[in-house]
């Protein structure tokens, strides 16, 4: 009897142990899981020609409730720091050309076609948890000079509270046109630049894209 006693208190201590490194085990790989989040920091990028510092009006659609020409996108993530903390309520400015390639600006000279239900300038905030999201067309590629011609490309300002700043331009990822940019390869990180476009269920395209700044 003692013996049987004894054993079950020795397989009751061994259980006992089995559980407590299993729980080491599960909560090392969980502290791993949860360590491997990187955050590397957005590339800048010029911020051109066509930046508007005045009547850019405060919304979150540059395609006129879908009126303007073009593959329609729907853009969202969060704005970050290095340590993958959010910056809440962000400035963001958002500018691009239209689905022809045409800038809505004086400095645009080119004789590609207006769109004129297509403003494409925009500016909006983030909210307390950094999410920011908006609507817009993947924008056309357009000529700077007879040998060259631009990606489509969105460019993007944001600002936080504590007035960091990034002033960027996101291309789309494998666009044959990508590999031959200036701006876009001036940077060794330029794959940090690039939306991975998706299409949801409903076949509406989208992307996710994280600033860290």
Not at 35 to 51: D, N
Request: net charge positive; aromatic share 12%; glycine share 4%.
């Amino acid at each position: 009897m003692v013996t049987l006693k004894k054993e079950l208190i020795q397989y009751k201590m061994k259980s006992s142990r089995r559980v407590f490194l299993a729980s080491l085990f599960f909560l090392g790989i969980f502290n791993i899981a949860k360590a491997k989040k990187i955050c590397r920091l957005t590339p800048s990028q010029p911020a051109g020609p066509f930046f508007k510092k005045d009547n850019v009006y405060q919304f979150s659609d540059l395609t006129n409730n879908g009126k303007a020409k073009g593959r329609i996108i729907s853009i969202k993530g969060r704005i970050e720091n290095k340590d993958c903390i959010p910056y809440p309520y962000s400035r963001m400015i958002v500018w691009q050309a239209n689905a022809y390639g045409k800038y809505n600006h004086e400095n645009d000279l080119s004789k590609n076609k207006i769109d004129p239900n297509f403003n494409g300038y925009m500016k909006l905030q983030s909210d307390k948890n950094g999410l920011y999201n908006f609507t817009t067309i993947i924008p056309g590629a357009y000529k700077i000079s007879k040998t060259i011609k631009r990606p489509p490309h969105i460019h993007i300002l944001i600002q936080t509270r504590t007035n960091k700043k990034v002033i960027t331009q996101l291309y789309f990822k494998d666009h044959p046109l990508n590999k031959k940019d200036f701006l876009f390869n001036r940077d060794e990180k330029n794959s940090l630049l690039e939306l991975n476009v998706k299409r949801s269920s409903d076949s509406l395209e989208y992307a996710n894209y994280n600033f860290i700044i």
